[in-house]
């Protein structure tokens, strides 16, 4: 039989090491394997019943067909709504819209800005998923180490040094996923001096907006000033402030050009979300105080696992821990480990270490090369504290 050729893009693209990770620790589990699972990006908890309550209604109310591709009038109402309360900008009802989850919205938004060898700026430590959807957009990635900063998060000089005739645009992450950093503003406003009057776009990615510790704020670009809300795509959703991963529903607010480049790519490669998941994210958005109330207990139960998490595994020998002020991650550097020996074997780099860790201590976390650091492993705290502990101990009789 022919061998059948596939695309470039595809055949050079790396799969998702958050994702693979998940899925290595769901196999050991059905052997009956008992894996204390650190490797996940998402809550822990169910979907409040007040939003699968919407969801339902709406599907036994027939609202099962196609509807616009920027979102239904309640969704936009919603959006708009959200960003002018959390973001504080106002956006017309041409300027927002929902997408297939958050990593949707990244993606058409490079799309839509990148040509083939334009320069993306990304900060390291990353999420795994940017370097790969800016080469599948056929640009280029440009990573600038930010290991050495406070909260880990980039200067101006920093970016100033990086941009060259060929960048196109800047991707931001505050809070950060791996290492829970936040930026200031700062910080924020040091990055809006060095862009201001280039013809650069910033995408900011904001999904984990809501879960802050230890007084921190958010802050998004686009509200520093008119250039910058011109400039700035702002990409949020519900995922993660709602314990809603599975919705798949990314939001996103940006200047008209921009939006309308977005939207009609949706229309050709989605098509729209489901009406009956828009009206429960649209309920989501709208934070009734019931809801801000579970809001605010799931950050309070995260910022006691952080500091269970960081105690503990402050205790491992020759490992760092960075202590978050966002999202729900523990970001650990175990370059000492690397070159060593784990029960008799050199450990490669981290992906070996991460790996092993896995198959021989049952322990599921994620290595931190695809987040552009090797040495690293990150560690989710949207576990629980039995589960935290369990992987602790386990890891330090394995490294013993």
Same mark, same amino acid.
């Given at each position: 039989?022919?061998?059948?050729?596939?695309?470039?893009?595809?055949?050079?693209?790396?799969?998702?090491?958050?994702?693979?990770?998940?899925?290595?620790?769901?196999?050991?589990?059905?052997?009956?394997?008992?894996?204390?699972?650190?490797?996940?990006?998402?809550?822990?908890?169910?979907?409040?019943?007040?939003?699968?309550?919407?969801?339902?209604?709406?599907?036994?109310?027939?609202?099962?067909?196609?509807?616009?591709?920027?979102?239904?009038?309640?969704?936009?109402?919603?959006?708009?709504?959200?960003?002018? *309360?959390?973001?504080?900008?106002?956006?017309?009802?041409?300027?927002?819209?929902?997408?297939?989850?958050?990593?949707?919205?990244?993606?058409?938004?490079?799309?839509?800005?990148?040509?083939?060898?334009?320069?993306?700026? !990304?900060?390291?430590?990353?999420?795994?998923?940017?370097?790969?959807?800016?080469?599948?957009?056929?640009?280029?990635?440009?990573?600038?180490?930010?290991?050495?900063? *406070?909260?880990?998060?980039?200067?101006?000089?920093?970016?100033?040094?990086?941009?060259?005739?060929?960048?196109?645009?800047?991707?931001?992450?505050?809070?950060?996923?791996?290492?829970?950093?936040?930026?200031?503003?700062?910080?924020?406003?040091?990055?809006?001096?060095?862009?201001?009057?280039?013809?650069?776009?910033?995408?900011?990615?904001?999904?984990?907006?809501?879960?802050?510790?230890?007084?921190?704020?958010?802050?998004?670009?686009?509200?520093?000033?008119?250039?910058? *809300?011109?400039?700035?795509? !702002?990409?949020?959703?519900?995922?993660?402030?709602?314990?809603?991963?599975?919705?798949?529903?990314?939001?996103?607010?940006?200047?008209?050009?921009?939006?309308?480049?977005?939207?009609?790519?949706?229309?050709?490669?989605?098509?729209?979300?489901?009406?009956?998941?828009?009206?429960?994210?649209?309920?989501?958005?709208?934070?009734?105080?019931?809801?801000?109330?579970?809001?605010? *207990?799931?950050?309070?139960?995260?910022?006691?696992?952080?500091?269970?998490?960081?105690?503990?595994?402050?205790?491992?020998?020759?490992?760092?821990?960075?202590?978050?002020?966002?999202?729900?991650?523990?970001?650990?550097?175990?370059?000492?480990?690397?070159?060593?020996?784990?029960?008799?074997?050199?450990?490669?780099?981290?992906?070996?270490?991460?790996?092993?860790?896995?198959?021989?201590?049952?322990?599921?976390?994620?290595?931190?090369?695809?987040?552009?650091?090797?040495?690293?492993?990150?560690?989710?705290?949207?576990?629980?504290?039995?589960?935290?502990?369990?992987?602790?101990?386990?890891?330090?009789?394995?490294?013993?």
């Amino acid at each position: 039989m022919a061998v059948l050729p596939l695309s470039n893009r595809v055949l050079n693209i790396k799969p998702s090491a958050t994702l693979g990770m998940a899925q290595a620790a769901r196999e050991l589990s059905a052997l009956g394997i008992d894996v204390a699972v650190l490797s996940a990006g998402e809550p822990d908890v169910s979907t409040p019943k007040a939003i699968c309550d919407i969801a339902k209604a709406s599907i036994d109310q027939g609202k099962t067909h196609y509807v616009p591709v920027r979102g239904t009038k309640a969704m936009v109402d919603a959006m708009r709504e959200k960003f002018s *309360r959390d973001q504080k900008v106002a956006y017309a009802a041409d300027e927002v819209m929902c997408t297939v989850g958050a990593k949707s919205a990244i993606f058409l938004a490079l799309m839509a800005m990148i040509n083939e060898g334009d320069e993306v700026i !990304v900060f390291a430590p990353y999420w795994v998923s940017y370097v790969e959807q800016i080469r599948l957009a056929q640009g280029l990635p440009v990573v600038v180490d930010c290991h050495d900063r *406070r909260d880990m998060m980039p200067s101006g000089d920093m970016l100033k040094k990086a941009i060259t005739k060929k960048t196109k645009a800047v991707i931001l992450n505050s809070p950060n996923n791996p290492t829970g950093g936040v930026i200031t503003k700062a910080e924020l406003s040091d990055l809006a001096r060095v862009l201001e009057g280039t013809a650069i776009w910033l995408i900011s990615d904001e999904i984990y907006e809501k879960l802050l510790f230890d007084h921190h704020m958010h802050y998004s670009p686009a509200s520093l000033s008119e250039d910058m *809300r011109s400039r700035t795509v !702002v990409i949020s959703g519900v995922s993660k402030a709602y314990a809603m991963t599975g919705w798949r529903v990314g939001v996103v607010a940006a200047s008209k050009t921009i939006m309308a480049a977005m939207t009609d790519l949706q229309g050709q490669q989605a098509t729209c979300l489901p009406e009956f998941i828009q009206d429960a994210a649209a309920y989501a958005l709208k934070e009734n105080e019931e809801l801000r109330q579970e809001i605010a *207990r799931m950050v309070g139960d995260y910022r006691d696992r952080r500091d269970f998490a960081v105690g503990l595994f402050g205790q491992l020998p020759h490992v760092k821990v960075f202590k978050p002020s966002g999202a729900f991650y523990i970001w650990t550097d175990f370059s000492y480990y690397l070159g060593k020996n784990i029960a008799s074997v050199s450990v490669k780099n981290d992906l070996d270490l991460a790996l092993r860790m896995l198959q021989e201590a049952h322990v599921a976390c994620v290595p931190g090369t695809p987040f552009g650091a090797n040495g690293f492993l990150r560690f989710s705290i949207a576990s629980k504290k039995t589960d935290i502990e369990k992987a602790k101990d386990r890891i330090a009789k394995w490294l013993a």
